[in-house]
């Protein structure tokens, strides 16, 4: 299964599946799809986590036991797999193929990696996770979308802004979604709730730039 990021909510509502492969090259939607996902999990039971993020020398065998062993204090557990590069190996290949061939019950699997090229979204392991579970799509936003992106998490806030202000920020942010979760999180703290007018908006970003270390 594919599932871009924004439904990534509306999935897990739905059902929690055996695993999830996140990749993409926008790290913010991407942390945010990793968080939704272990915030599901967590809610389904799942309340041990282990991470692994293979580097040079990897044992793939660490992989095959934490997928393969399970505490005694917890029923469910998250197998987090960090790639990096993205690209996992002939050991780590056949390593993860396995897993999706008879995944347990009691565990998910979680990937993260960056964006893949053709050549990897068609290579078998990445096919198996897609097949066992669900490969989440994250895409930067186009500038067009930004302000209207800008305007739904104002909202989360209960705040709301006119288009001049959206396009103040989108402007100032420059595509960069880290640095527009930045913006917004100084006017959660700085600005009121409800209408944001752009003299108080660039009142409060000027504010916190004066004091930036």
Known sequence: MQVRAGELDAQLKKS???????????????????????????????????????????????????????????????????????????????????????????????????????????????????RLGAVVDVWPLDRSRLPAWLGERLARQKQRAPREVLEFLTERVEGNLLAAHQELQKLALLAPEGELALDTVQDAVASVARYDP
């Open 16 to 130: 929690l599946l055996p695993a999830y492969a996140i990749h993409g090259d926008e790290p913010l939607l991407a942390m945010e799809a990793a968080d939704a996902v272990r915030g599901a999990a967590r809610r389904g039971g799942f309340t041990e986590r282990e991470v692994l993020e293979p580097g040079r020398g990897f044992d793939w065998s660490e992989f095959t036991h934490a997928t393969g062993s399970l505490s005694l204090f917890a029923a469910k557990k998250i197998v987090e797999l960090r790639l990096p590069t993205g690209k996992p190996g002939p050991q780590g290949s056949a390593a993860i193929a396995a897993y999706c061939e008879r995944p347990s019950e009691e565990q998910l699997l979680l990937v993260t990696l960056p964006r893949l090229d053709r050549t990897g979204q068609g290579s078998a392991w990445f096919n198996a996770l897609a």
